[in-house]
């Protein structure tokens, strides 16, 4: 570490060994980065087919059926928001910023998504409460707990990674080629 330094690293002088990390992405295949990109689908897609076949036809006037939607809702919420955050790591690791871009202003439409389901998942369990009976009302509320708790924690992350994903495809001054300050991979020699 340099004495005075604002970083704990020190500036690291050019060296044959010394590469960019933006160059990584030309070893990478193609067909890899799109098996990638088409799981993140998948985790996304299939989790939200089921949701929706196991809770269809929709019936947003019950307030059983918004319940039961709701908390399944939570049942199948992190997988999704798993593949959404791979996409969101490889188009950051491939530097594809409108990808970025994308897929950050769709985990933020997910946040408000959720921010409502709070509201209503929170005013149906009130509504359902009085009809439970008193001897299963401490697991009813229970559940309703750790189904809210899932929908918050998913909403923070998706509110992290929208808002940090949009500032991360935000386009930066261009770092000159020699610059120390630029981010680089040391090459190991082999033995």
Do not use: C
Not at 103 to 124: E, H, K, Q, W, Y
Not at 163 to 172: D, L
Request: hydrophobic share 50%; no cysteine; aromatic share 10%.
């Amino acid at each position: 570490m340099v004495t005075g330094s604002r970083t704990p690293f020190a500036p690291v002088r050019s060296s044959p060994h010394i590469r960019r990390m933006t160059d990584h992405r030309e070893a990478v295949s193609p067909w890899a980065v799109r098996g990638f990109y088409f799981f993140a689908f998948v985790l996304i897609f299939w989790p939200v087919a089921d949701l929706v076949t196991n809770s269809w036809p929709p019936q947003w006037g019950s307030v059983q059926w918004r319940y039961g939607f709701m908390g399944l809702l939570a049942g199948y919420l992190h997988t999704p928001v798993l593949g959404l955050t791979l996409a969101l790591v490889l188009a950051y690791a491939m530097n594809h910023r409108r990808t970025l871009r994308a897929l950050s202003a769709l985990s933020v439409i997910g946040a408000l998504g959720l921010l409502a389901v709070l509201g209503l998942f929170a005013l149906d369990v009130l509504q359902i409460s009085g009809t439970v009976p008193a001897e299963r009302l401490a697991s009813f509320r229970a559940g309703a707990l750790i189904a809210e708790l899932k929908h918050f924690t998913s909403l923070l992350a998706l509110s992290m990674l929208g808002i940090g994903g949009w500032k991360t495809a935000a386009p930066r001054p261009a770092i000159r080629r020699g610059d120390p300050r630029g981010p680089v991979m040391i090459k190991m020699d082999q033995p």
